[in-house]
T-cell receptor, first 111, second 108 residues
Framework: NAGVTQTPKFQVLKTGQSMTLQCAQD?????MYWYRQDPGMGLRLIYY???????DKGEVPNGYNVSRLNKREFSLRLESAAPSQTSVYFC??????????FGPGTRLTVT | AQSVTQPDIHITVSEGASLELRCNYS??????LFWYVQSPGQGLQLLLK??????LVQGIKGFEAEFKRSQSSFNLRKPSVHWSDAAEYFC??????FGAGTTVTVRA
């Protein structure tokens, strides 16, 4: 039972490049979430998916897109990376009253 | 709008001493409340949660938290800290709003 897995662990992009962050969970959760973590700002919700086939914007969705590929997988795409998107990205999953289980994170640097 | 405030950015505590981390929130009703812990380079792990009922809740690693409706607070406590408790702690309200975090340093 791996819980929530994220790939890659580290990534360096140049401004304007695109990439997709992958997330998968094996806990049969309906809900999945993408957050970014920046120093002094805690975690901010980018997008979430309450169930397979649905996605909703969170607090900071601009510059990102998501795909809920199936119940297990929820990907986050940066179409044209900007330095302001340098951050640590966390995926989480959960079901009951927003109790969440987090992945190990992806550290992204945009130069 | 929901908001979560963790007033202490950084706390230093001696090993064996007690620890209290503060969390205040603004929310329209009694929210779901959570504390998470993040060790360096790791994801967040759920310490404890409050949904309803008894306002004193017990969590993992010897932590407890008390919900005080009148003060809109959900403070985290541990009677005796261990060096392994050095980490960053996040309060979350309503599930999706997180505080900025409190970093705990434990000195020998």
């Amino acid at each position: 039972n791996a819980g929530v897995t994220q790939t890659p662990k580290f990534q360096v992009l140049k401004t304007g490049q695109s990439m997709t962050l992958q997330c998968a969970q094996d806990m049969n959760h309906n809900s999945m979430y993408w957050y970014r973590q920046d120093p002094g700002m805690g975690l901010r919700l980018i997008y979430y998916s309450a169930s397979e086939g649905t996605t909703d914007k969170g607090e900071v969705p601009n510059g990102y897109n998501v795909s809920r590929l199936n119940k297990r997988e929820f990907s986050l795409r940066l179409e044209s990376a900007a330095p302001s998107q340098t951050s640590v990205y966390f995926c989480a999953s959960g079901d009951y009253r927003y109790e969440q289980y987090f992945g190990p994170g992806t550290r992204l640097t945009v130069t | 709008a929901q908001s979560v405030t963790q007033p202490d950015i950084h706390i230093t505590v001696s090993e064996g001493a007690s620890l209290e981390l503060r969390c205040n929130y603004s929310y329209g009703a009694t929210p779901y409340l959570f504390w998470y812990v993040q060790s360096p380079g790791q994801g967040l792990q759920l310490l404890l949660k409050y949904f309803s009922g008894d306002t004193l809740v017990q969590g993992i690693k010897g932590f407890e938290a008390e919900f005080k409706r009148s003060q809109s607070s959900f403070n985290l406590r541990k009677p005796s800290v261990h060096w392994s408790d050095a980490a960053e702690y996040f309060c979350a309200v309503g599930g999706l709003s997180f505080g900025a975090g409190t970093t705990v340093t434990v000195r020998a």
